[in-house]
């Protein structure tokens, strides 16, 4: 190694961008950009195994289905597989009437001839050439200067516009992309463009020529690209003819944030694929700068209602998995494990009814910022139960998937019971683990008390008294007792205590109905107070709202003996 490559830096700083007036900090992202898909070329290309001619059509189809109006479908030139689909997309008229399909090509003379080729008889079509311009790709990969690189840009555009106009019954559009545009002096960029806006020469306002301006590597801050796309908007001279599209790749983890702030700074297009598919770390997810825009009150025109369906397929035909937490499609976002923030869920979803009269919106929940039924997602899923959680997160599985509606005062057991088994199993436990926990220790519990049966009927001069006959088994031994109370319940409580069980009291408890009609059942939670003043909770359920509260008195009577 000579000393002048020792001497030099490994790594620097990129150079700021000299815009000491820049306006786009201070802006309000509040509509929405065009969006571009390049799931079929930029995502393509970077899978393992890309997708087959039958997938891509059925990829393609997604994307219209899910409202993208500007989908990139192939590099036309580059293999027969990918000419043969465009072909086949105009020729079977595969293409929706507000669809403009758009093949990508470098500026070589063969190479756009093939597209043109590929795009007969198109209805709508973008031609979307690139070039390199960052002094990296100049000097290092295609040994150009600047001259060279200008004479290519406007030669290709030039072929491009006499390919185009002997297509007259075709809307053909352009789109230009100076490669490694956030790596490509800026001057150099704007000189490039205005030449190609030249040569082309068909750009108006109703039918502008597109600017796609890509982090083609991801090397500056987001902060950095805002500034060159506000640099470039102020600097190029036919703003009104242009659609300035950004590309941005996620080498360095910032591709959304990079996206929104160059939205901010003038940036009038989005390029991306569905879950950030591309070379490398991918491209900017479009579901998740689209979902974004969306829990702002956005209109983005795309449909995302049924996110679990899009991200099945797009798994399915990519083989590529979505990582568990990806914003919006994860199996996990729409999920909380700690007992605070479950409870918190639970709270917020209870007093949902009451945001818009304190928040002037309808949706205000704790940790969730979007309604997850808006995507498509299932509340039965918001939270999972493992040693994190706490007793809201259980209530709030019991009544969602069962129908339960646990007493507060009960919560605390309860919660105590899951964590005894999710310490013991050492993972996650499922919703059918934690009911089989509330049926074991709450509906059924094992010990000395079995009721046969209860008969409680009122006197016959005074209906307010009660009369009640319980058989129940004691250790296996069965006996029958009688005794008299104000109601079923405080005649069965005499009743029991005759028996010789333990002292407790009855203040109140709590009772619920599950399902309707002939099916209903009754369940009852009911607190016991023992003479220290703990209780113990005992729940029972019957077709009959009293045998399902002396059936909670067992339940409880049961617990209490086991604790002893």
């Known amino acids: 190694m000579s000393t002048k490559q020792s001497q030099a830096p490994k ?9 000491p007036d820049r306006q786009w900090p201070s802006r309000t992202l509040d509509k929405s950009p065009l969006w571009c898909s390049v799931d079929l070329r930029d995502g393509n290309q970077a899978l393992p195994n890309p997708l087959s001619p039958d997938q891509k059509l059925e990829y393609f189809e997604l994307l219209c289905r899910i409202g993208f109006k500007n989908i990139e479908v192939a590099f036309p030139s580059a293999s027969r597989d990918d000419f043969e689909f465009t072909r086949r997309l105009i020729e079977e008229k595969r293409i929706p009437s507000d669809v403009f399909i758009m093949g990508l090509t470098q500026c070589r003379t063969h190479l756009i001839d093939r597209t043109f080729e590929a795009f007969q008889g198109i209805e709508r079509g973008i031609a979307h050439l690139y070039l390199a311009t960052s002094e990296l790709h100049m000097r290092q990969v295609f040994d150009l200067d600047r001259k060279r690189t200008l004479e290519t840009a406007v030669k290709s555009v030039e072929q491009a516009r006499r390919l185009a106009d002997a297509m007259p019954e075709s809307d053909i559009r352009l789109e230009f992309s100076p490669e490694e545009f956030t790596d490509t002096d800026p001057e150099f960029a704007v000189e490039v463009c205005e030449a190609v806006f030249n040569a082309w020469g068909k750009a108006s306002a109703e039918k502008p020529l597109i600017f796609n301006l890509p982090a083609t590597v991801e090397r500056r801050p987001p902060n950095q690209a805002a500034d060159l796309i506000e640099w470039f908007g102020r600097k190029f001279s036919h703003r009104d003819k242009v659609l300035i599209s950004v590309h941005c790749h996620n080498d360095q983890g910032m591709a959304v944030a990079s996206t929104e702030l160059c939205l901010l700074a003038g940036a009038d297009r989005v390029e991306g694929t569905l879950f950030g598919h591309g070379e490398r770390t991918g491209n900017v997810d479009l579901v998740t700068v689209a979902c974004n825009l ?78 997850p039924a808006d995507l498509g997602r299932q509340y039965q899923s918001l939270i999972r139960i493992n040693s994190q959680s706490g007793k809201g997160g259980v209530a709030w599985v019991l009544e969602q998937d069962y129908g339960l509606e646990i007493p507060k005062a009960m919560q605390p057991e309860l919660g105590t019971a899951v964590q005894r088994l999710s310490d013991r199993v050492g993972r996650e436990v499922t919703s059918a683990e934690l009911h089989k926990v509330f049926e074991d220790e709450f509906l059924n519990p094992d010990g000395p008390y079995e009721l046969v049966g209860y ?35 405080s005649a069965f409580v005499h009743a029991v205590r005759a028996l010789g069980a333990p002292e407790f009291s009855i203040d109140d408890y709590h009772e619920q109905a599950i399902g309707k009609g002939a099916e209903a059942r009754a369940m009852a939670y009911v607190p016991l107070k023992q003479s220290g003043g703990k209780v113990v909770f005992g729940v029972g359920s019957d077709t009959n709202i009293d045998q399902a509260a002396v059936r909670a008195i067992v339940s409880g009577l049961n617990r209490m003996a086991k604790k002893e």
């Open 11 to 19: 790594y620097a700083l990129p150079p700021a961008v000299d815009l």
């Open 294 to 371: 969306f829990s702002r009150g956005i209109d983005t025109s795309l449909d995302f209602s049924n996110l679990s369906e899009v991200a099945e397929t797009v798994e399915r035909l990519t083989g590529m998995p979505i990582y568990y937490r990806q914003p919006y499609a994860g199996e996990y976002v729409f999920t909380a494990f700690s007992g605070s923030h479950q409870d918190a869920i639970n709270k917020g979803m209870h007093r949902l009814p009451e945001a818009p009269e304190k928040f002037g919106l309808g949706w205000r929940v704790p940790y969730l910022h979007v309604d």
């Open 455 to 489: 008969w409680p009927r009122p006197d016959d001069s005074d209906p307010t008294q009660i009369h009640g006959e319980i058989r129940i088994r004691v250790d296996g031994e069965e006996k029958t007792v009688t005794a008299d109370g104000n109601g079923p319940v």
